[in-house]
């Protein structure tokens, strides 16, 4: 008999399911939690210097759209900023604006160099070429000004 009773209660049935529900939901955000703070993160910085000819300039003789006559080569130098200062190797560096998106890999050294045509539109006389640089256990490196290129 009372087996039956118990069978037949459904108030209490119902009344336990949203604490169940609050129970599963917490223990899915900590479960959440726990694997996003388990993914690694970049723990060293780095530094990117450009090689002295960051800034490229000709003149085209009017102010139509306009493609450089050759192309420029930009070396990079890519190190970390510990107290050492060492090279960073394998760092994938990109160069991309003004038409174009080139990329390349750092040597041994921490040397990359790229070969770029930039262009300008018509009626700009001045743009700039962003520089991003990621590398594996460092956070990820950017300027947004690394190259200027102007019309004399």
Known sequence: MIKEKILHNNKAQVLGLPMYMIIVMIVA???I???LFMIPQGTKTMNALVSENAV?????????AFTFSSSY??????TSNDNRADPVSGATVSLIGSGIASSGTTNGEGIATISV??????NINEASIKLIVKAQGFED????????????
């Open 117 to 122: 045509t930039p262009e300008l539109g018509e």
């Open 73 to 78: 080569d930009i070396t990079i130098q890519v």
């Open 33 to 35: 939690a726990a694997v």
């Open 29 to 31: 955000v900590a479960v």
């Open 141 to 152: 490196y950017s300027d947004i000004n690394a190259v200027t290129v102007h019309r004399l």
């Open 56 to 64: 490229i300039a000709e003149d085209p003789g009017n102010s139509s």
